[in-house]
């Protein structure tokens, strides 16, 4: 096929078919013609051509040339695109490297081959356009809730028309057992979007948090106007979830809002949701309190929190325990994902029976530490006392209000702690290096001489060690095994050591060896903070 002048204007309208129906720009589609026309003309007038085509987008005139670059002698290696500065002076007054001379060449005439190429090469540019399209398009939308129709099912994993393109729901991001056919209506939230090689990839959920937030938001005009807030939403999809909101406004109950008049506006989530059971509760900044919450409808007699270890325990009475537990493990579960701590609950009885055995337990270690009789060292645990560290170095005030500890007792108290807790240093630090353990080491602020020992059993003898050592070999942490939690012991862990300590202690370690410049790291922590800035001041 020739590109004559009877079918210019048809390439025109050709362009504009495919970019009305694609929704694309038409200059993308002219463009992809160019580029296989010139593919065409390439292989009519040979492949080492620099050939170009250019069509006039008002008459449709296609426009073949040739462009050959003028390069220096050493560089020339293709005759057919490119030519030495003598070789050009035939065609140009001053030629210099880098230029290039542009000469028109006849058309050619495509055959079944070249006709065929050039439309993979059309239809290949106008899928690239499409997908920059749809991926321009969904990017922002992202954590929104999207209706569409069910094209067809593929190995569990349901593919949805969203209008402007494909989204892909995940055989794991469905509630349960749904079962979908084509033509469905279904109704999701926009979990990711992904540029990939095969296209842009919208991803949808049903089971995400998230999207129960915002089908409240939908159904709860006070949460869409800011007045009433979610602060966390804990799913176990299909069956059972809770939801902790707080309201702005001391007139509006949030738990009486999201239920509705009726329990309208909470049924209307359920029903979407395969009649998943919600449980509305109150947020409240005291941890202790909104836990309480959360356990509902168990009743709690105590609650006891760990900060530092994230932990907290809680008491109920026996016959609630069943009930706070719930069935299999399910509604402490939720508890827990709802305020991120790793709660422990038992009974009255058991934490009767744990807080005697911790007693006796403390008792025992006065008793053989500080040579006390039993009497002298209940009272001591009485008070609240947990450790020798503690007798050894508090105030000597906190130990005259015991019942019969006057000012000498009190002082030869502490004087017998200290002389245990050296003497136990003393014989870490002789065990640290019998081990091998380095001055280096041994003398580096923030290592107990028991930290240094359980190091150096570790084989970790030198401060160029314990530099090269991770945070979380030092202090433990938890890896994801194929989905499964596995726990990692840290070196440090029985010491206490926080990962936030063992970061402190190994960049210290790498500054004291000189292999970090804290002139820098103070840089880029003000770099940081002024991208924080600049950001909440753009928000």
Known sequence: MAITSANQLELLQTAEAVAREKMIDPGLVIEAMEESLSRAAKSRYGAEMDIRVSIDRKTGRATFTRVRTVVADEDLENYQAEMTVEQARQYMADPKVGDTYVEEVPPVEMGRIAAQSAKQVILQKVREAERDRQYEEFKDRAGTIINGLVKREEYGNVIVDVGAGEAILRRNEKIGRESYRPNDRVRCYIKDVRREPRGPQIFLSRTAPE????LFKMEVPEIYDGIIEIKAVARDPGSRAKIAVI?????????????????????????????????????????????????????????VLDEEAGKIEVVVPEEQLSLAIGRRGQNVRLASQLTGLDIDIMTEEEESARRQKEFEARTKLFIETLDLDEFFAQLLVSEGFTNLEEVAYVELDELLVIDGVDEGTAEELQARARDYLEAQAKAALDAARELGAEESLIQFEGLTPQMVEALAKDDVKTLEDFATCADWELAGGWTNNGGERVKDDGILEPFGMTLEEAQDLVMT?????????????????????GETGEEEGEA
């Open 509 to 529: 370690a790498r500054i004291a060896l000189g292999w970090v410049d804290p002139a820098e790291l103070e840089a880029e922590a003000e770099g940081d903070d």
């Open 211 to 214: 999207f129960m937030a915002e």
């Open 247 to 303: 309201s702005y406004d001391g007139s509006i109950d949030p738990v009486g809002a999201c239920v509705g008049m009726r329990g309208s506006r909470v049924q209307a989530v359920v029903n979407e949701l395969q009649g998943e059971k919600i449980d509305i509760i109150p947020w409240n900044e005291d941890q202790p309190t909104f836990l309480v919450n959360a356990l509902q409808p168990a009743e709690v007699t105590k609650v």
